[in-house]
């Protein structure tokens, strides 16, 4: 081995190592926190905490109530609150879910309110805001430290990626003695460990990639959006420039501004609704989101921009490639895309990466004696030495849902 080549692996496991060391108690707790996120739906069905339409007889099943009598039902529950956001789950339009606050800007203190679509009538008042399912949520996607807590975790993904790539440029040295898939369970315990820690990480080497990447996107959803307001409906709002805030007395029927935009997009289906003043619209619209109906394009929304006035539709502006890349990343950072199946196959790739994170701590714990059995040279030996004492020589990955999702 050359000296040049001596320096180059030196430096990639100081890469490696360091950037490791810094984010592993975090990716930790983020696959442990995402591991039942992966199945939120049905722990929340076993948890009693799920929202179910009652079933009706064939003549009522298909009727739907005007979504303005929804909103009459939810506010007279909670007439000191607005409403801020209307919503259906994507494979049901059997419940409505109102969400209501204080004011209209971005908080925590919300109340949830789910109405029969068919009948109009209550069914519950579900706790999003509590309960293990909302701590796990919270532990993963912002630490309970809001957007501070997002950002951070954000760059922890970084230094995850970056661990992911040295593991990768370190592994063809380190094996080039072995072959693909040995684990010396002859040898001592810790050379047991690295070469089992080495051989997951490989293995989960384009998981750990993809979500890693998509968990550090997540992160940055608060402020794309924002960028997305400032850079493209600061365009469309122009007209409006100067106007106050549409009072909620002034507001026309919610219901006729649904139709307007269902009726410009054939085929799509609602996702949400967003009113005026809230995060995802304007001051002057409500805006409402439409998606698809295949398993992409379910996951990308189409913003329809309805005055709330006059219950006309302003602009239909297609996302941009950012918004685009964050609503993509979201579905596929928990395997939403395959149903069953792939929420399995990222559960046991998640639980590889438990692995994977902790052989790297106990290698890091057990770093005094450097695993150099496997070579011959001087120079291999050092290599493997210094392998030993990184704490994940393949790649490790982590879950991270930043969406917030809407």
């Known amino acids: 081995m050359t000296a040049m080549n001596t320096r180059r692996i030196k430096t990639w496991t100081w890469v490696h190592k360091w950037s490791?060391?810094?984010?592993?108690?975090?990716?930790?707790?983020?696959?442990?926190?995402?591991?039942?996120?992966i199945f939120h739906h049905e722990i929340g069905h076993l948890l009693g905490t799920e929202v179910e339409a009652p079933e009706l007889p064939a003549d009522r099943a298909k009727q739907r109530v005007s979504l303005d009598d929804v909103l009459t039902t939810a506010k007279s529950l909670h007439p000191d609150r607005v409403v801020q956001f209307v919503s259906q789950e994507e494979d049901s339009d059997k419940i409505w879910f109102v969400t209501m606050t204080p004011t209209p800007a971005p908080t925590d203190d919300f109340k949830s309110v789910a109405i029969d679509a068919r009948t109009g009538q209550l069914l519950a008042q579900p706790k999003f805001d509590e309960g293990f399912m909302y701590v796990m949520f919270?532990?993963?996607?912002?630490?309970?430290?809001?957007?501070?807590?997002?950002?951070f975790l954000g760059f922890m993904g970084l230094l995850l990626l970056v661990a992911i790539v040295s593991g990768v440029v370190l592994y063809s040295p380190?094996?080039?003695?072995?072959?693909?898939?040995?684990?010396?369970?002859?040898?001592?315990?810790r050379l047991k460990w690295l070469d089992l820690h080495n051989l997951l990480g490989v293995v989960t080497l384009v998981w750990a990639f993809t979500v890693g990447a998509t968990g550090m996107i997540n992160t940055?959803?608060?402020?794309?959006?924002?960028?997305?307001?400032?850079?493209?409906?600061?365009?469309?709002?122009?007209?409006?420039?100067?106007?106050?805030?549409?009072?909620?007395?002034?507001r026309g029927s919610v219901q006729r501004s649904l139709e307007v935009a269902v009726q410009s997009a054939p085929g799509n289906k609602l996702s949400f609704i967003a009113f005026p003043?809230?995060?995802?619209?304007?001051?002057?619209?409500?805006?409402?989101f439409l998606r698809g109906n295949t398993p992409i394009t379910s996951k990308l929304l189409q913003p329809v921009l309805?005055?709330?006035?006059?219950?006309?539709?302003?602009?239909s502006p297609h996302l941009p490639w950012y918004l685009t890349a964050l609503l993509v990343s979201q579905p596929l950072h928990f395997g939403d895309y395959g149903g069953m199946p792939m929420q399995i196959i990222w559960a046991l790739l998640d639980i590889a990466t438990i692995i994977v994170l902790g052989s790297g701590l106990y290698l890091w714990l057990k770093r005094g004696n450097p695993v150099h059995e496997h070579s011959k040279s001087k120079d291999e030996a050092r290599t493997a030495g210094a392998q030993g004492d990184a704490l994940t020589p393949t790649p490790q990955p982590a879950a991270a849902k930043a969406l917030t999702s809407t």
């Open 20 to 37: 490791s060391l810094v984010c592993t108690v975090f990716m930790l707790l983020l696959c442990l926190t995402g591991l039942p996120l």
């Open 138 to 151: 919270k532990l993963h996607v912002d630490l309970f430290a809001g957007l501070a807590g997002k950002l």
């Open 174 to 189: 380190f094996m080039r003695k072995l072959e693909f898939g040995t684990v010396r369970r002859e040898r001592r315990p």
């Open 220 to 250: 940055w959803a608060d402020l794309i959006i924002k960028y997305w307001q400032y850079d493209q409906l600061s365009h469309l709002l122009a007209p409006y420039q100067g106007q106050p805030l549409v009072p909620v007395a002034e």
């Open 277 to 288: 003043g809230t995060a995802f619209s304007s001051p002057h619209h409500t805006t409402v």
């Open 306 to 315: 309805v005055d709330a006035k006059t219950t006309e539709i302003t602009a």
